[in-house]
């Protein structure tokens, strides 16, 4: 029976009944939580004992809640706010990624490159529109078949991307005319990723690339990563590996990879720093990536090497020359001299050198820096680990003064941080600990608040409870205000299929540095402005305390929400967890925005509230 009136539920917020049917329902509805109240009561006292009970307690609270508001989002939306839903953008903004519109930027009068760089002041434009699906998109499969298959219809790539696609990293066809198929681990499609991976682990030293995390390789960036297959290979390694390219109008590294389900954003090497702190990844991976390493004299190399841990490896391949069997070109040759040079600045050795594959390691040792000869890329000046948001690049090595200066061979080889590698990065371990301890519990309330929404059209029998979501439900998530990056800690623990990109707002504490040590995936933004990602690219955004946090900041909420509908696919989730009074807010844009949402009250006393969202799949 509850069923039943569920199903009527869901399809009341699917759809958009008469009024005859509304009255009707409301009076269902109305008994139903008649019943409901009467049989909740034995179940409370019987559910308190096990936590998989708590959670369908949980449902059925959430059930209640989402009746009453029902009620109340009824009440308001047959009055005037239905007129203020927004409309389709046009199609030509089908792929729009806000701060990129390279004829925009051309006309401002940015060249060289620089016109394909985050320019956020450029293309404010007025029109609030919701970014709408193409024509043929469909639900991504799941991880792990969506890794390998996806859907040609969700991205967009030209005929002759798709033929020029033939490297290492960008291996890819077409299965029927509406999938591409990618590397599969089955070796039905040759690709020569396992082996370089391989070949990379010798060169530093190791017996076999599962021995990368032992060595101290737990974050790998990968610039300009093809459509993402070292990556897809490094996740069976238990190796993050996030890709950033540049905004690409088709044929997008980072949408192709998102797509796949690997972690990737916009991001490059022109004049800004990246948008982490210093001493943060312990690979930085370029294989035929088209950098011009040695211009801009040498900043590009400063760049990496600021985000390179001590001990860390950069890793540059071209394997295309060595394919075409032809020698060095001049122009490399000259790059690979200055590079010499540049290297030597920057107190890395050169490793091991095979066929194109240069490994170079940046010094463990601080002193290094004091020891070199002629010094012309000096230590720079810094105030104590200042964390930078796309700040210009510099010509002085950073990180040398860090507390965080630790070799990444010396971290302990376990996968938790001991409580000396927390404090370094500012933290309490107990607060630490305590957080972790919250968000396990939290992210069990989570994945038992979707089940009602996924499987309200699944039929089931009278006394059925819910089945859980299967673990592989979402893939991309986004923790929008990730602290110490606890609900990604929770969905590994719970071996859920999913990644997180923790996103640490710009001004916020810092603890970007502690969530990228932890080995997750993890980014500075400033919520004020886009987020560096294609449409539809994220299953899943979470965000605990981001409104209330904001609502000191002098941004447009409703852009906010806007762009989280750009990125998030339709038919995702984004459960919010704020305030009493933000969450309120939260709904009446969720509503503007189409979005189906159910305030849930966590009956603990506190004026916390969730806001569980889906994003109905519009076409028109
Ligand atoms: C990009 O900028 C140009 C020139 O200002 C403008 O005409 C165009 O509509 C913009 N494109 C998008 C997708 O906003
Ligand atoms: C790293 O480990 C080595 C060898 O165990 C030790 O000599 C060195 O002092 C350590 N370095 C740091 C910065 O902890
Ligand atoms: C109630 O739960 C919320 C979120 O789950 C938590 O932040 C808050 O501290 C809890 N309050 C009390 C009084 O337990």
Redesign the pocket.
Known sequence: MRSSWFNKLSLIFGHRPPLSWLILCLISILALIAVLGSSSSSTFDSASYTPVSFIYTNYRRIKEQAAVDYLELRSVSLGASRQRELSLCGKERENYVPCYNVSANLLAGFKEGEEFDRHCEISREGERCLVRPPKDYKIPLRWPIGRDVIWSGNVKITKDQFLSSGSMTKRLMLLEENQIAFHSEDGLIFDGVKDYSRQLAEMIGLGSDTEFPQAGVHTILDVNCGFGSFGAHLVSLKVMAVCIAAYEASGSQVQLSLERGLPAMIGNFITRQLPYPSLSYDMVHCAQCGVIWDEKDGMLLIEVDRVLKPGGYFVLTSPANRLHGSSLSTKKRTMLTSMEELTRQLCWTLLAQQDETFVWQKTADIDCYTSRKHAAVPLCKEGNDAQLYYQPLVSCISGASSKRWIPIQNRSSGSELNSAEIEVHGVQPDDFYEDLQ?WR??LK?YWSLLTPLIFSDHPKRPGDEDPLPPFNMVRNVMDMNANYGGLNAAFLEEEKAAWVMNVVPARAPKTLSLILERGFAGVLHDWCEPFPSYPRTYDMLHANGLLSYLSSERCSMMDLFLEMDRILRPEGWAVL?DKVGAIKMARAFATQIRWEARVID?Q???D?R?LVCQKPFVRK
């Open positions: 919250f519990s939290a309330n967890s966590l603990n006393g506190s916390q969730l």
